[in-house]
């Protein structure tokens, strides 16, 4: 998954947000069901959400480090992604495509050490797998070995890559629709799936990567009816970003949820806190009471109980009183 430019971010309102109606009083949404939460989230438990009955949708998350992951678990997402988007919103980069393997490791490591019940997922980088079966087990089996990731993430319909890391025991999560490692393919990032050869070509896709073994199925900026008929077929879990609320769960990059990535608006995202905003003032007051020596205070600093009796203090306050 990419942050990517999409249009003006909505943000929720008395007409727009969920549980109210333009058109009435304030009711709240319907609660769903209390399922059974487990302790730990496993691959097999994601997968069997598709086909539960009364599933609470899922809820995935991107994050890049040790206290992103920590606060992610904290929260209760179910699944945390390890995101290729790591190249744009952590490393500065204008598009996914130049992310490395070992850069990638790099991140799932710390990402591993702050998870205790979230599922870790790692998003395999642009070359990482597109070379061939061989090449795709070979980097995933270092994802999980040296990285702890639990599972893997592929863009693309590539159902033999798909069934090779299944058969080296690897869970894999696919991603179809806009997957931003095709962005020369596709001309930029733009919504995938509209007219019925495209939606026809998605749908056989999905199809193709649920009979390949894959555990569950991101869909990315298609039409909405478009993810809910894909939704209703397959057998896996889809997680949607950017499809609509027909999806078995939901995913949303951190940076933009928190709003800590405001260069950029996608449509699909909606900012549940303004932390770009809130760090910046929050560094201008520091740097404003550095300047104007406010900074520290006498509470913020440290005093040698020893010498504080000595008389060169005594008469210093004698003279300068």
Request: with cysteine; charged share 25%; aromatic share 6%.
């Amino acid at each position: 998954m990419a942050t990517f430019q999409g249009g003006k971010t909505p943000q929720p309102s008395p007409s727009t947000a969920p549980g109210l109606s333009s058109g009435g009083p304030a009711q709240d949404p319907p609660k769903p069901k209390t399922r059974h939460q487990p302790k730990k989230v496993t691959a097999p438990w994601v997968r069997g959400r598709a086909v539960e009955a009364d599933a609470q949708p899922l809820v995935m998350v991107t994050a890049y480090d040790y206290p992103q992951a920590r606060t992610a678990d904290a929260a209760g997402v179910d699944l945390v992604l390890v995101g290729d988007s790591l190249a744009m919103v952590v490393l500065g980069h204008d598009d996914t495509l130049s992310l490395t393997v070992d850069e990638m490791l790099h991140h799932v490591k710390a990402v591993r050490r702050g998870l205790k019940r979230a599922l870790l997922i790692a998003d395999m980088p642009y070359g990482s797998f597109h070379l061939g079966e061989r090449q795709a087990v070979e980097n995933a089996i270092r994802f999980v070995k040296e990285g702890g990731a639990e599972a893997v993430k592929i863009e693309g319909a590539r159902p033999e890559v798909v069934a090779a890391l299944t058969a080296a025991e690897i869970p894999v999560m696919a991603h179809l629709g806009l997957t931003p490692q095709s962005l020369h393919q596709f001309g930029g990032f733009k919504v995938q799936g509209r007219g019925d050869d495209a939606a026809e070509s998605l749908l056989q896709a999905a199809r193709a990567m649920q009979e390949a073994g894959a555990f569950s199925l991101v869909l990315e900026c298609i039409p909405s009816d478009l993810a809910q008929q894909v939704s209703a077929e397959l057998r896996i879990p889809t997680i949607g970003i950017g499809a609509g609320v027909g999806c078995h769960g939901q995913v949303l990059v951190y940076h933009d949820l928190l709003g800590l990535e405001d260069r950029l608006a996608p449509r699909f995202v909606r900012r549940y806190a303004h932390q770009g905003s809130d760090a910046r003032q929050a560094i201008e007051a520091f740097a404003d009471d550095v300047r104007h020596r406010r900074f520290p205070s006498r509470d913020e600093s440290y005093a040698d109980p020893s010498r504080s009796n000595r008389p060169v203090v005594e008469t210093l306050e004698k003279i300068y009183g």
